[in-house]
């Protein structure tokens, strides 16, 4: 069963920028679409990013693009999302997840499994 662990995150001033690490210490995801979700306190889990299985294919959450890059390394079992011009929104703890798809989906529904999450906290 895919396990999925995510690290980097941290406290940052707006503006500033973090790269969080996803990896997968059970098998490999390479045939997996990867995504990356966050939710802030008192708000329900929204999509940011995900790239298909290949990595050639990408799609961001309107707010995040042009900031935020994703990709992925499947030789390390491994995804990044490196975060630029952070805003104090950008707050939430971060998950990724493997879509049970190849393809890019931003539907939660389609990721079967979740990491435990990484805290980012964006100061004003």
């Known amino acids: 069963q895919v396990q999925l662990v995510e690290s980097g995150g941290g406290l940052v001033q707006a503006g500033g920028s973090l790269r969080l690490s996803c990896a997968d210490s059970g098998r490999t995801f390479s045939s997996y679409a990867m995504g990356w979700f966050r939710q802030a306190p008192g708000k329900e889990r929204e999509f940011v990013a995900v790239i298909s299985w290949t990595g050639d294919s990408t799609y961001y959450e309107d707010s995040v693009k042009g900031r935020f890059t994703i990709s992925r390394d499947n030789a390390k079992n491994t995804v990044y999302l490196q975060m630029n011009s952070l805003k104090p929104d950008d707050t939430a703890v971060y998950y990724c997840?493997?879509?049970?798809?190849?393809?890019?989906?931003?539907?939660?529904?389609?990721?079967?499994?979740w990491g435990q999450g990484t805290q980012v906290t964006v100061s004003s």
């Open positions: 997840a493997a879509s049970r798809r190849k393809v890019v989906t931003a539907t939660i529904a389609d990721f079967g499994s």
